[in-house]
């Protein structure tokens, strides 16, 4: 019945409603496994690329390796990602998600609030 009613607001209202992401979404326990990564060196890209192989989605942050093997990994990641059908999101300026064909990685935008909350 929310569902309904929020899409007759859509509707009929000018104004967007105010979602706000509240943390992390929960995939159903099981469903996908996402492993957290940083690697030190470009040799760790290797066993980032074998979990994507398998089907789980990798986030790789970049801070701990200097330009040339952080660009030397994301064109690694970037082939095997192709290979296999993976999408590359963007999470941040160091962080990015590479996830399996049947994963669809969706960021939603934080919206503004007025300080009375409308």
Known sequence: MMDFKNSAMKLFSN???IDIYTGPYVVRP???DILVRTP???EDAVSYADKLIEGC???VNFTEVDKETRNRIFDYMCG???????SISKVSDTIMMYAPA???VEKQV???TSWLGR
């Open 80 to 86: 095997v990602s192709y290979i296999v059908n993976a």
């Open 30 to 32: 099981g469903e996908l």
């Open 15 to 17: 104004e967007e409603p």
């Open 110 to 112: 934080a919206r503004k």
């Open 57 to 59: 989605a990798v986030m």
């Open 102 to 104: 049947r994963v669809e």
């Open 40 to 42: 030190h060196t470009y």
